[in-house]
């Protein structure tokens, strides 16, 4: 099992960047896709972005693409998520999850993901 630790998040105005980090232990980080997900107050945890395990392909929710730009470097076992143009609506807080099917986390199935972060809020002011 992969554990995961997100940071970054914080209090950021509209209109501004912030990069998201998850960093990952245990098992071979390499063979895992991985994802980012977001819950904001009194909504469901959604699909915000993915990563195959190479990061060559990606994949992102209509309501970010263009903003946001997911990464990996499986030499420091650690995926990103720069966070551009924010928006107030954008205010959650954000999971990274791991799994070893990319088709998995792309789904979103969240009771079917292998790992989970704790989360790391980020609040967009307006």
């Known amino acids: 099992q992969v554990q995961l630790v997100e940071s970054g998040g914080g209090l950021v105005q509209a209109g501004g960047s912030l990069r998201l980090s998850c960093a990952a232990s245990?098992?071979?980080?390499?063979?895992?896709?991985m994802g980012w997900f977001r819950q904001a107050p009194g909504k469901e945890r959604e699909f915000v972005a993915a990563i195959s395990w190479s990061g060559g392909n990606t994949y992102y929710a209509d309501s970010v693409k263009g903003r946001f730009t997911i990464s990996r470097d499986n030499a420091k076992n650690t995926v990103y998520l720069q966070m551009n143009s924010l928006k107030p609506e954008d205010t959650a807080v954000y999971y990274c999850?791991?799994?070893?099917?990319?088709?998995?986390?792309?789904?979103?199935?969240?009771?079917?993901?292998?790992?989970w972060g704790q989360g790391t809020l980020v609040t967009v002011s307006s």
């Open positions: 999850a791991a799994d070893d099917k990319l088709r998995t986390v792309v789904a979103g199935t969240l009771n079917a993901l292998d790992a």
């Open positions: 245990g098992r071979t980080f390499s063979s895992y896709a």
